[in-house]
């Protein structure tokens, strides 16, 4: 059975990467990764607030000791040539597992704004990085921010990253934007060689007992992969590049249909949490047995098989699909609700 396939350019063994978390935080982790069958690894991110606050670090040090004695200039930090602390640790991540495993290594880079600190960019790529991902975070607060400025933000930290490298990047979205398509058409063409759907916002919480806001983390559920599948079902015929899936993926029947509505690769870090790193077996097992059972002999063979066509109309396409789900659900739910037309109590 060929499971392999082809990823921002890079040849891999199989669909399956693990995607960023803290199972792809230290050289021994990700050897378990790669030793566990995975085609790629993207490592845990490195956060933009990391490297201003570094960079602000070195620079307070600098402007304490500026004037106090000629030969203070030989250990003053060189912020323009040389990683501050953390940022080094992250390039010594880079350098050990790329040598360290025989399967890609992508680094991650989880930003906000533009700014100085996408030089890093750079040294990831010195470093021994396979490709970047880009994953950028800004949720607009301000209700004054209007749905262009969101846009032109993310297509101008992609574009000074892109300047910086000449890595494959992957720009890992959120779902919200008034038009999807566009915007992954747009990031293409400002430089981003693949799209990762969908990034997860973590909505904080509020603790009634303790009468605070909470943060919220929880694991993804499979019910998670309906709004990426559908994305990249409708953006497969359209999108010059590669789409990754992530969310949602727990069993190889999701792995599965994730290939049949498009995606090249299949990401996942929470069923690898919640199950252990040896769940990869399960996964490539599963995906294999389901190929054969069909009589498919590769994955090149179903990817996009249910990815919607290019000629159709995409907008009328997913209004049927609204409107055929409401007409299923009043169906499965007549009876239930039966009760309530007529007076008389359920039961």
């Known amino acids: 059975m060929d499971l392999t396939t082809s990823y921002l350019g890079l040849p891999l063994r199989n669909p399956l990467v693990a995607s960023a978390s803290p199972l792809s935080s230290s050289v021994e982790r990700v050897r378990r990764l ?3 069958g995975v085609g790629a690894v993207v490592l845990s991110s490195l956060f933009e607030e990391q490297l201003r606050r570094e960079d602000l670090r070195d620079l307070l040090l600098r402007e304490a000791h ?3 004695f000629g030969e203070a200039l030989s250990y003053f930090p060189t912020l323009a040539t040389e990683a501050p602390g953390g940022a080094r640790r992250y390039l010594d991540l880079i350098e050990r597992t790329a040598s360290a495993i025989d399967v890609p290594v992508i680094a991650s880079l989880n930003a906000a704004t533009s700014g100085a600190w996408v030089e890093f960019a750079g040294w990831m790529q010195g470093a021994g990085a396979a490709a970047l ?3 950028i975070f800004a949720l607009p607060g301000d209700p004054h921010t209007s749905g262009r400025e969101v846009e032109e933000r993310h297509l101008e930290i992609l574009q000074q990253v892109r300047a910086a490298v000449s890595l494959p990047i992957a720009v890992k979205l959120g779902p919200h ?5 566009e915007m992954a058409l747009r990031l293409h063409e400002a430089g981003a060689d693949g799209l990762v759907l969908f990034n997860r916002f973590l909505q904080p919480d509020i ?3 303790a009468m605070r806001v909470e943060p919220g983390f929880g ?3 499979p019910d998670e992969a309906r709004l990426p599948r559908t994305w990249i079902a409708l953006l497969r015929r359209h999108f010059p590049g590669s789409l990754a899936a992530t969310t949602g993926v727990d069993q190889a029947d999701d792995v ?3 290939l049949l509505a498009g995606a090249d690769v299949v990401m996942t870090a929470s069923a690898l949490l919640r199950h252990g790193v040896e769940h990869v077996g399960v996964l490539l097992d599963g995906l294999g047995s389901w190929l054969e059972s069909g009589g498919h002999h590769s994955v090149a063979e179903v990817r996009g098989l249910l990815a919607v066509p290019r000629d159709v109309d995409q907008t ?7 409107v055929a789900a409401l007409e299923h659900g009043r169906a499965t739910y007549a009876e239930v609700a039966a009760p309530e037309r007529t007076g008389r109590p359920p039961g």
Do not use: P, W
């Open 66 to 68: 500026e004037g106090s």
């Open 207 to 209: 603790d009634l007992r």
């Open 219 to 221: 694991l993804s559920s």
């Open 256 to 258: 599965v249909t994730y």
């Open 316 to 322: 009328a396409y997913e209004r049927a699909g609204y």
């Open 34 to 36: 790669a030793d566990a």
């Open 177 to 181: 934007f008034s038009s999807v398509g």
């Open 133 to 135: 991902e880009l994953n």
